[in-house]
Nanobody, 121 residues
Framework: QVQLVESGGGLVQAGGSLRLSCAASGRTFSTYTFGWFRQAPGKEREFVAGITWAGGSILSDSVKGRFTISRDSAKNTVYLQMNSLKPEDTAVYYC???????????????WGQGTQVTVSS
């Protein structure tokens, strides 16, 4: 069993930055792929970024060049650094863990409760 707790969301002006954290419980942190997804009101949950157990990462086209995903195995934590934020980045951001391809939303076994990110124009 893996429990995920996100933090770091908030209100920021367009062009600003936020860093989301996802703290994971359990001893199998290093064997999981982690992903960040987001869901805006009235829209489906979409892939944002993912990082494999080996450290390989992938980003969606909409955030490439602005967001970075990383993991710290010593702290059992995955981060999403978000720069140059835009109003269209406003959503609830979810962390997920699983033994799956990073972009495969259906393949994740564990999900956090989500953290709200609001970008004002």
């Amino acid at each position: 069993q893996v429990q995920l707790v996100e933090s770091g969301g908030g209100l920021v002006q367009a062009g600003g930055s936020l860093r989301l954290s996802c703290a994971a419980s359990g001893r199998t942190f290093s064997t999981y792929t982690f992903g960040w997804f987001r869901q805006a009101p009235g829209k489906e949950r979409e892939f944002v970024a993912g990082i494999t157990w080996a450290g390989g990462s992938i980003l969606s086209d909409s955030v490439k060049g602005r967001f970075t995903i990383s993991r710290d195995s010593a702290k059992n934590t995955v981060y999403l650094q978000m720069n140059s934020l835009k109003p269209e980045d406003t959503a609830v951001y979810y962390c997920a863990a699983g033994r799956t391809l990073p972009f495969d939303k259906g393949g994740y076994d564990y999900w956090g409760q989500g953290t709200q990110v609001t970008v004002s124009s």
